[in-house]
Protein backbone atom coordinates (compact mmCIF):
# COMPACT_ATOMS: atom_id res chain seq x y z
CA UNK A 1 0.00 0.00 0.00
CA UNK A 2 1.34 3.25 -0.78
CA UNK A 3 1.75 6.39 1.49
CA UNK A 4 -0.47 8.93 1.27
CA UNK A 5 1.02 11.80 0.25
CA UNK A 6 0.69 14.27 2.53
CA UNK A 7 2.22 12.13 5.15
CA UNK A 8 5.76 12.22 3.15
CA UNK A 9 5.82 15.46 4.50
CA UNK A 10 8.45 13.99 7.29
CA UNK A 11 9.06 10.75 6.75
CA UNK A 12 11.84 10.66 8.94
CA UNK A 13 10.17 12.11 12.29
CA UNK A 14 9.22 15.50 13.08
CA UNK A 15 9.72 17.86 9.69
CA UNK A 16 13.08 19.19 9.37
CA UNK A 17 14.02 22.36 7.77
CA UNK A 18 13.78 20.92 4.47
CA UNK A 19 10.70 20.15 4.77
CA UNK A 20 8.91 23.07 6.19
CA UNK A 21 7.73 24.95 3.08
CA UNK A 22 6.57 21.75 1.78
CA UNK A 23 4.38 21.70 5.36
CA UNK A 24 3.00 25.05 4.54
CA UNK A 25 1.92 24.77 0.91
CA UNK A 26 -0.13 21.71 1.86
CA UNK A 27 -1.74 22.70 5.05
CA UNK A 28 -5.84 23.62 4.86
CA UNK A 29 -5.91 27.39 4.50
CA UNK A 30 -7.56 27.78 7.58
CA UNK A 31 -4.64 26.34 9.64
CA UNK A 32 -2.51 28.95 11.49
CA UNK A 33 1.02 29.69 9.92
CA UNK A 34 3.49 27.77 11.59
CA UNK A 35 5.67 30.44 14.18
CA UNK A 36 9.41 30.91 14.78
CA UNK A 37 9.49 34.04 16.14
CA UNK A 38 9.43 33.75 19.86
CA UNK A 39 7.38 37.22 20.50
CA UNK A 40 4.33 35.88 19.22
CA UNK A 41 5.19 32.84 21.73
CA UNK A 42 1.65 33.20 23.93
CA UNK A 43 1.89 33.29 27.59
CA UNK A 44 1.49 30.34 29.69
CA UNK A 45 1.21 28.96 32.55
CA UNK A 46 2.45 25.40 33.15
CA UNK A 47 0.39 22.54 35.38
CA UNK A 48 2.40 21.93 38.43
CA UNK A 49 4.02 18.06 38.51
CA UNK A 50 4.39 18.42 41.94
CA UNK A 51 0.75 19.71 42.64
CA UNK A 52 -2.38 17.04 43.01
CA UNK A 53 -5.20 17.67 41.03
CA UNK A 54 -7.14 18.34 44.28
CA UNK A 55 -4.72 21.05 44.57
CA UNK A 56 -2.68 19.85 47.55
CA UNK A 57 1.21 19.83 47.40
CA UNK A 58 3.56 16.76 46.54
CA UNK A 59 5.84 16.59 49.58
CA UNK A 60 7.86 13.29 49.19
CA UNK A 61 8.63 10.37 47.25
CA UNK A 62 5.73 8.76 48.24
CA UNK A 63 3.61 11.38 47.22
CA UNK A 64 5.11 11.40 44.30
CA UNK A 65 4.48 8.18 43.41
CA UNK A 66 0.88 8.73 44.04
CA UNK A 67 1.07 11.76 41.65
CA UNK A 68 2.83 9.90 39.25
CA UNK A 69 -0.09 8.10 38.35
CA UNK A 70 -2.36 10.67 38.12
CA UNK A 71 -0.24 12.09 35.52
CA UNK A 72 0.60 8.55 33.86
CA UNK A 73 -3.76 8.75 33.72
CA UNK A 74 -4.03 12.30 32.55
CA UNK A 75 -1.40 11.31 29.45
CA UNK A 76 -3.07 8.14 28.50
CA UNK A 77 -6.64 10.07 28.29
CA UNK A 78 -5.55 12.92 26.49
CA UNK A 79 -2.32 12.49 24.13
CA UNK A 80 -1.50 8.35 24.07
CA UNK A 81 -4.33 6.60 24.63
CA UNK A 82 -4.08 3.31 26.43
CA UNK A 83 -2.43 0.37 25.61
CA UNK A 84 -2.91 -3.10 26.46
CA UNK A 85 -1.01 -5.33 29.08
CA UNK A 86 2.06 -7.77 27.71
CA UNK A 87 0.36 -10.63 25.60
CA UNK A 88 0.54 -13.93 26.97
CA UNK A 89 2.42 -16.26 25.43
CA UNK A 90 5.12 -14.49 23.56
CA UNK A 91 8.13 -16.66 21.98
CA UNK A 92 11.33 -15.51 20.94
CA UNK A 93 12.56 -17.28 17.79
CA UNK A 94 16.36 -16.88 16.86
CA UNK A 95 17.00 -17.01 13.83
CA UNK A 96 20.60 -15.12 13.10
CA UNK A 97 23.63 -15.95 15.52
CA UNK A 98 27.01 -14.95 14.44
CA UNK A 99 29.68 -14.22 17.68
CA UNK A 100 32.68 -13.10 15.02
CA UNK A 101 30.35 -10.51 12.95
CA UNK A 102 31.65 -7.26 11.41
CA UNK A 103 35.33 -8.51 11.34
CA UNK A 104 35.12 -10.19 14.81
CA UNK A 105 33.88 -6.91 16.33
CA UNK A 106 30.54 -8.06 17.49
CA UNK A 107 28.28 -11.09 18.57
CA UNK A 108 25.22 -10.73 15.91
CA UNK A 109 21.74 -12.19 16.98
CA UNK A 110 18.49 -11.68 15.45
CA UNK A 111 15.55 -12.92 16.44
CA UNK A 112 11.46 -13.12 15.95
CA UNK A 113 9.51 -11.86 18.81
CA UNK A 114 5.92 -13.42 17.77
CA UNK A 115 3.61 -11.05 19.62
CA UNK A 116 0.90 -13.36 20.36
CA UNK A 117 0.29 -17.05 20.93
CA UNK A 118 0.58 -19.67 18.37
CA UNK A 119 0.08 -17.21 15.43
CA UNK A 120 3.42 -15.76 13.17
CA UNK A 121 1.95 -12.10 13.59
CA UNK A 122 1.77 -9.37 14.80
CA UNK A 123 5.69 -10.44 15.30
CA UNK A 124 8.88 -7.93 14.76
CA UNK A 125 12.45 -8.85 14.02
CA UNK A 126 15.25 -8.21 16.62
CA UNK A 127 18.54 -7.37 15.49
CA UNK A 128 21.07 -7.39 18.68
CA UNK A 129 25.09 -6.45 18.26
CA UNK A 130 26.84 -7.07 21.25
CA UNK A 131 30.55 -6.70 21.84
CA UNK A 132 32.65 -9.54 20.75
CA UNK A 133 34.89 -9.72 23.74
CA UNK A 134 32.36 -9.25 27.15
CA UNK A 135 33.23 -9.67 30.30
CA UNK A 136 29.51 -10.77 31.33
CA UNK A 137 26.49 -8.98 30.57
CA UNK A 138 26.88 -5.52 28.82
CA UNK A 139 24.43 -2.63 29.26
CA UNK A 140 22.42 -1.93 25.85
CA UNK A 141 20.74 1.22 23.73
CA UNK A 142 17.78 0.18 22.80
CA UNK A 143 15.90 1.93 19.43
CA UNK A 144 13.60 1.58 16.93
CA UNK A 145 14.56 2.33 13.24
CA UNK A 146 12.44 3.92 10.14
CA UNK A 147 13.00 1.17 7.49
CA UNK A 148 14.23 -1.92 8.69
CA UNK A 149 17.24 -3.62 10.54
CA UNK A 150 18.80 -3.34 7.25
CA UNK A 151 19.16 0.56 7.45
CA UNK A 152 21.25 0.18 10.17
CA UNK A 153 24.38 -1.43 8.85
CA UNK A 154 25.86 -2.33 5.52
CA UNK A 155 26.11 -5.86 7.34
CA UNK A 156 25.37 -8.51 4.75
CA UNK A 157 24.26 -10.56 7.44
CA UNK A 158 21.10 -8.32 8.36
CA UNK A 159 17.87 -10.04 6.90
CA UNK A 160 16.14 -7.02 4.89
CA UNK A 161 12.53 -6.43 6.35
CA UNK A 162 10.36 -7.74 3.57
CA UNK A 163 7.59 -5.49 5.28
CA UNK A 164 5.40 -2.17 4.46
CA UNK A 165 8.30 0.44 5.53
CA UNK A 166 8.12 4.25 4.36
CA UNK A 167 9.58 5.23 0.50
CA UNK A 168 13.09 6.01 -0.30
CA UNK A 169 14.03 5.76 -3.42
CA UNK A 170 17.58 7.15 -2.80
CA UNK A 171 17.65 3.91 -0.39
CA UNK A 172 16.44 1.44 -2.83
CA UNK A 173 13.03 1.51 -0.86
CA UNK A 174 10.07 1.93 -3.77
CA UNK A 175 6.82 0.77 -3.28
CA UNK A 176 7.27 0.63 0.09
CA UNK A 177 9.99 -2.16 0.16
CA UNK A 178 13.36 -2.63 1.07
CA UNK A 179 15.67 -3.54 -1.01
CA UNK A 180 19.67 -4.69 -1.36
CA UNK A 181 20.36 -1.44 -1.91
CA UNK A 182 18.51 -0.42 1.59
CA UNK A 183 21.53 -1.98 3.49
CA UNK A 184 23.20 0.92 5.73
CA UNK A 185 21.21 3.69 3.68
CA UNK A 186 21.20 5.24 7.40
CA UNK A 187 24.41 3.71 9.29
CA UNK A 188 25.53 7.18 9.70
CA UNK A 189 22.56 7.48 12.43
CA UNK A 190 24.00 4.22 14.51
CA UNK A 191 27.29 4.32 14.61
CA UNK A 192 27.16 0.92 15.81
CA UNK A 193 31.29 0.34 15.71
CA UNK A 194 31.59 3.11 18.18
CA UNK A 195 28.64 1.59 20.07
CA UNK A 196 30.56 -1.49 20.45
CA UNK A 197 34.11 -0.04 21.12
CA UNK A 198 32.41 2.06 24.02
CA UNK A 199 31.20 -1.14 25.87
CA UNK A 200 27.76 -0.99 25.33
CA UNK A 201 24.95 -3.34 22.85
CA UNK A 202 22.63 -1.82 20.20
CA UNK A 203 19.11 -3.75 19.80
CA UNK A 204 16.72 -2.52 17.13
CA UNK A 205 13.50 -3.46 15.55
CA UNK A 206 11.72 -1.34 12.72
CA UNK A 207 9.07 0.89 13.59
CA UNK A 208 6.61 -0.63 10.86
CA UNK A 209 7.14 -4.30 12.28
CA UNK A 210 4.85 -2.80 14.97
CA UNK A 211 2.70 -0.31 13.33
CA UNK A 212 2.98 0.81 9.75
CA UNK A 213 3.50 4.67 9.69
CA UNK A 214 0.08 5.96 7.87
CA UNK A 215 -3.78 6.81 8.86
CA UNK A 216 -5.05 3.36 7.54
CA UNK A 217 -8.20 3.18 10.76
CA UNK A 218 -5.58 1.31 12.77
CA UNK A 219 -6.09 -2.21 10.78
CA UNK A 220 -2.51 -2.99 10.41
CA UNK A 221 -0.11 -4.34 12.78
CA UNK A 222 -0.77 -4.98 16.14
CA UNK A 223 -3.73 -2.69 16.74
CA UNK A 224 -5.05 -4.70 14.03
CA UNK A 225 -4.33 -7.79 15.89
CA UNK A 226 -5.27 -6.83 19.66
CA UNK A 227 -8.20 -4.58 19.48
CA UNK A 228 -10.95 -5.94 20.33
CA UNK A 229 -12.50 -7.28 17.28
CA UNK A 230 -16.02 -5.63 15.74
CA UNK A 231 -16.31 -2.72 18.68
CA UNK A 232 -15.60 0.88 17.84
CA UNK A 233 -12.34 2.60 19.16
CA UNK A 234 -12.61 4.82 22.55
CA UNK A 235 -11.17 8.09 22.14
CA UNK A 236 -8.51 6.99 24.55
CA UNK A 237 -7.51 4.10 22.31
CA UNK A 238 -3.74 3.77 21.89
CA UNK A 239 -2.33 5.17 18.88
CA UNK A 240 0.96 4.27 17.07
CA UNK A 241 3.19 6.04 19.24
CA UNK A 242 1.93 4.01 22.23
CA UNK A 243 2.12 0.92 19.80
CA UNK A 244 5.66 1.60 19.52
CA UNK A 245 6.32 2.26 22.45
CA UNK A 246 4.21 -0.72 23.63
CA UNK A 247 6.52 -2.65 21.42
CA UNK A 248 9.80 -1.22 22.96
CA UNK A 249 8.48 -2.68 26.21
CA UNK A 250 8.50 -6.47 24.54
CA UNK A 251 11.60 -5.62 23.25
CA UNK A 252 12.80 -5.33 26.68
CA UNK A 253 11.05 -8.45 27.32
CA UNK A 254 13.20 -10.13 25.36
CA UNK A 255 16.43 -8.71 26.49
CA UNK A 256 15.31 -9.95 30.06
CA UNK A 257 15.63 -13.64 29.08
CA UNK A 258 19.17 -12.69 27.39
CA UNK A 259 21.74 -13.64 29.68
CA UNK A 260 24.70 -12.03 27.23
CA UNK A 261 22.42 -8.62 28.30
CA UNK A 262 22.63 -6.67 31.70
CA UNK A 263 18.91 -6.03 31.43
CA UNK A 264 18.97 -3.63 34.31
CA UNK A 265 20.74 -1.32 32.15
CA UNK A 266 18.77 -0.56 29.02
CA UNK A 267 19.27 2.79 27.73
CA UNK A 268 16.34 3.33 25.49
CA UNK A 269 16.63 5.92 22.80
CA UNK A 270 14.78 7.26 19.94
CA UNK A 271 15.13 10.07 17.00
CA UNK A 272 12.41 12.65 16.07
CA UNK A 273 9.28 10.73 16.15
CA UNK A 274 10.88 7.68 17.64
CA UNK A 275 11.97 10.02 20.46
CA UNK A 276 8.68 11.01 21.25
CA UNK A 277 8.55 7.20 21.31
CA UNK A 278 11.51 6.73 23.84
CA UNK A 279 9.92 8.97 26.35
CA UNK A 280 6.84 7.87 26.64
CA UNK A 281 8.15 4.03 26.60
CA UNK A 282 10.17 5.38 29.50
CA UNK A 283 7.81 7.03 30.92
CA UNK A 284 5.24 3.92 31.80
CA UNK A 285 8.42 1.26 31.79
CA UNK A 286 10.43 1.73 34.41
CA UNK A 287 12.40 -1.30 33.25
CA UNK A 288 14.85 1.14 31.43
CA UNK A 289 17.61 2.89 33.12
CA UNK A 290 17.89 5.68 31.21
CA UNK A 291 15.90 7.57 28.31
CA UNK A 292 17.25 9.54 25.67
CA UNK A 293 15.08 11.80 22.92
CA UNK A 294 16.73 13.08 20.30
CA UNK A 295 15.02 16.35 18.35
CA UNK A 296 11.52 14.64 19.37
CA UNK A 297 9.65 18.30 19.52
CA UNK A 298 5.72 18.26 19.92
CA UNK A 299 4.30 14.89 21.81
CA UNK A 300 8.03 14.21 22.42
CA UNK A 301 10.27 16.80 24.93
CA UNK A 302 8.78 20.35 23.60
CA UNK A 303 6.53 22.22 25.37
CA UNK A 304 2.99 22.11 23.55
CA UNK A 305 1.98 25.41 24.98
CA UNK A 306 4.46 27.51 23.63
CA UNK A 307 2.83 26.76 19.80
CA UNK A 308 5.84 27.04 18.22
CA UNK A 309 6.82 25.45 15.22
CA UNK A 310 4.97 22.44 14.91
CA UNK A 311 1.87 22.58 17.17
CA UNK A 312 -0.74 19.74 18.53
CA UNK A 313 -2.94 21.42 16.09
CA UNK A 314 -0.47 20.62 13.01
CA UNK A 315 0.88 17.24 14.41
CA UNK A 316 -2.88 16.26 14.29
CA UNK A 317 -3.39 17.14 10.98
CA UNK A 318 -0.53 15.69 9.46
CA UNK A 319 -0.54 12.33 11.78
CA UNK A 320 -3.84 11.69 12.96
CA UNK A 321 -2.50 8.01 13.75
CA UNK A 322 0.24 9.24 16.35
CA UNK A 323 -2.01 9.76 19.01
CA UNK A 324 -5.52 9.17 20.52
CA UNK A 325 -8.47 10.81 19.57
CA UNK A 326 -8.47 13.10 22.46
CA UNK A 327 -5.61 14.77 21.89
CA UNK A 328 -7.22 16.80 18.83
CA UNK A 329 -9.48 18.55 21.40
CA UNK A 330 -6.52 20.71 22.14
CA UNK A 331 -5.94 22.07 18.66
CA UNK A 332 -5.12 25.39 19.26
CA UNK A 333 -6.16 25.10 22.70
CA UNK A 334 -2.93 23.80 24.15
CA UNK A 335 -3.41 25.72 27.46
CA UNK A 336 -6.59 23.99 28.01
CA UNK A 337 -4.49 20.83 28.76
CA UNK A 338 -4.32 19.03 31.64
CA UNK A 339 -0.33 18.12 31.01
CA UNK A 340 2.47 19.15 29.53
CA UNK A 341 5.59 17.57 28.26
CA UNK A 342 7.92 18.60 31.51
CA UNK A 343 5.43 16.37 33.20
CA UNK A 344 6.34 13.50 30.71
CA UNK A 345 10.25 14.13 31.34
CA UNK A 346 9.48 14.15 35.19
CA UNK A 347 7.64 10.73 34.87
CA UNK A 348 10.68 9.33 34.36
CA UNK A 349 12.19 10.59 37.43
CA UNK A 350 14.42 9.74 38.87
CA UNK A 351 16.04 7.72 36.18
CA UNK A 352 18.40 9.97 34.11
CA UNK A 353 17.23 11.47 31.44
CA UNK A 354 18.59 13.25 28.14
CA UNK A 355 17.12 16.01 25.71
CA UNK A 356 19.07 16.90 22.64
CA UNK A 357 18.53 19.51 20.42
CA UNK A 358 19.41 21.22 16.80
CA UNK A 359 19.88 24.94 16.63
CA UNK A 360 18.44 24.75 12.82
CA UNK A 361 15.56 22.55 13.91
CA UNK A 362 13.36 25.00 14.84
CA UNK A 363 10.18 22.78 13.94
CA UNK A 364 11.03 20.88 17.03
CA UNK A 365 11.51 23.88 19.12
CA UNK A 366 14.62 23.72 21.12
CA UNK A 367 14.02 26.30 23.40
CA UNK A 368 10.65 24.54 24.31
CA UNK A 369 12.58 20.94 25.20
CA UNK A 370 15.05 22.87 27.06
CA UNK A 371 12.03 24.50 28.93
CA UNK A 372 10.15 21.27 29.43
CA UNK A 373 13.57 19.68 30.38
CA UNK A 374 13.93 22.37 33.19
CA UNK A 375 10.27 22.11 34.63
CA UNK A 376 11.07 19.05 35.06
CA UNK A 377 13.85 19.65 37.37
CA UNK A 378 11.85 20.25 40.57
CA UNK A 379 10.64 16.78 40.64
CA UNK A 380 13.89 15.35 40.01
CA UNK A 381 15.26 17.33 42.79
CA UNK A 382 12.76 16.09 45.50
CA UNK A 383 13.68 12.73 44.75
CA UNK A 384 17.33 13.75 45.63
CA UNK A 385 19.40 14.17 42.42
CA UNK A 386 20.98 17.24 41.29
CA UNK A 387 18.31 17.63 38.15
CA UNK A 388 19.84 19.56 35.13
CA UNK A 389 22.33 21.95 36.61
CA UNK A 390 21.85 25.05 34.06
CA UNK A 391 19.40 28.01 35.14
CA UNK A 392 19.15 29.64 30.84
CA UNK A 393 19.63 27.57 27.82
CA UNK A 394 23.38 26.92 27.15
CA UNK A 395 25.02 28.06 24.07
CA UNK A 396 25.29 25.53 20.82
CA UNK A 397 27.69 23.14 21.23
CA UNK A 398 27.75 23.24 25.29
CA UNK A 399 25.83 20.56 26.89
CA UNK A 400 25.10 20.18 30.57
CA UNK A 401 24.12 17.03 32.85
CA UNK A 402 23.48 16.31 35.55
CA UNK A 403 20.70 13.33 36.03
CA UNK A 404 18.80 15.67 33.30
CA UNK A 405 21.07 16.62 30.71
CA UNK A 406 20.59 18.56 27.81
CA UNK A 407 22.19 19.83 24.39
CA UNK A 408 21.45 22.16 21.25
CA UNK A 409 24.00 21.10 18.19
CA UNK A 410 24.67 22.76 15.95
CA UNK A 411 23.11 21.59 12.14
CA UNK A 412 19.87 20.22 11.24
CA UNK A 413 16.94 17.65 12.22
CA UNK A 414 19.35 14.19 12.72
CA UNK A 415 20.83 12.00 14.91
CA UNK A 416 24.74 12.34 14.72
CA UNK A 417 27.81 11.22 15.66
CA UNK A 418 28.19 14.61 18.20
CA UNK A 419 24.80 13.30 19.67
CA UNK A 420 25.87 9.53 20.41
CA UNK A 421 29.34 10.68 22.06
CA UNK A 422 27.01 12.95 24.33
CA UNK A 423 24.75 10.24 25.41
CA UNK A 424 27.53 7.44 25.72
CA UNK A 425 29.45 10.09 27.79
CA UNK A 426 26.20 10.18 30.00
CA UNK A 427 25.75 6.66 29.47
CA UNK A 428 29.16 6.03 31.08
CA UNK A 429 28.40 8.39 34.05
CA UNK A 430 24.94 6.77 35.14
CA UNK A 431 25.32 3.34 34.51
CA UNK A 432 29.39 2.25 35.16
CA UNK A 433 29.45 0.39 38.44
CA UNK A 434 25.83 1.03 38.69
CA UNK A 435 23.11 -1.99 38.14
CA UNK A 436 19.84 0.07 38.75
CA UNK A 437 17.52 -2.62 40.55
CA UNK A 438 14.10 -3.40 38.31
CA UNK A 439 12.16 -5.40 41.17
CA UNK A 440 8.96 -4.38 41.68
CA UNK A 441 9.22 -1.41 38.56
CA UNK A 442 6.18 -0.79 36.36
CA UNK A 443 5.99 -3.12 33.66
CA UNK A 444 3.60 -2.53 30.64
Known sequence: MNMPAFLLLAATGGLPLSAEASAASSRPASRPAI???ES????YTLPDPLKF???RPVEDAAGWR???QEILELFRTHVYGRAPDAPQGMRFERFDENPAALGGLALRRQVTVRLAPQADEPGMDLLLYLPAERHGPVPVFAMLNFRGNQEVHPDPGIRITGRWVLNAPESGI???????QARGADASRYPVELILRRGYGLVTVCCADLDPDFDDGFAN???????PPGKPRPPDAWGTIAAWAWGLSRVMDYLQTDPDVDARRVVVLGHSRMGKTALWAAAQDERFAIAISNNSGCGGAALSRRAYGETVESINGMFPHWFCANFRRYNGREAELPVDQHMLIALIAPRPVYVASAEEDRWADPRGEFLAAKAADPVYRLLGTDGLPAGDMPPV???VAGTIGYHCRPGAHDLTEYDWRQYLAFADRHLAGARPDSGGADRR
Not at 40 to 43: F, L, R, T, Y
Not at 221 to 227: Q, S, T, W
Open 35 to 37: NYD
Open 397 to 399: GQP
Open 174 to 180: TDNRAGP
Open 66 to 68: RRR
Open 221 to 227: GVHGALD
Open 40 to 43: KVPA
Open 53 to 55: QDG
